[in-house]
């Protein structure tokens, strides 16, 4: 095998690889939550303040970090942002939306608030939450949220 074949070779096994190590976020809401499917335009509405209430009447609450650049970059893709748009936009919604440090913290909200909705990494995923199909996938399928 000649230089230019294994440099094609490892250039096209790291791609193919790369979407294993890419951020994988599972968007969660409270048990008592009956929603369990929103499209990406929905949920687009929802982290933008446009649809403000469930389908059963309850206010939606939106959870998100105060500081997670993973979030951040699926949350402006899914809004079509820039950087400096969603950083404005978050600046401008603060009021909004509540912020909190971990994981950890998003699901205790998210727990605590009938009409939470909050994205968290799927590792730390538990039974406490439902996760919601956006598009009708899952975390870790091809499609789930844009990574």
Sequence with gaps: ????????????????????????????VNKENAVDNVTSAHLSKIVRGEIKKWPDGRNIVLVLHKEAEGEAETLERLNHMS?????????????????VDTDADVIKTVQAEPGAIGLIEVHSIDNSVNVVHVDGKLPMEFGYLPH
Excluded: Q
């Excluded at 230089?3 to 070779?9: M, T």
């Excluded at 096209?12 to 190590?21: D, G, K, N, Q």
């Excluded at 748009?85 to 509540?98: N, P, Y």
């Design 1 to 28: 095998m000649n230089i230019r074949s294994a440099i094609y070779a490892s250039v096209f096994l790291f791609a193919s690889l790369s979407p294993c190590f890419a951020h994988h976020t599972a968007v969660i």
């Design 83 to 99: 950087a400096p748009e969603w950083k404005t936009f978050l600046a401008t919604h603060k009021d909004g939306i509540l912020f």
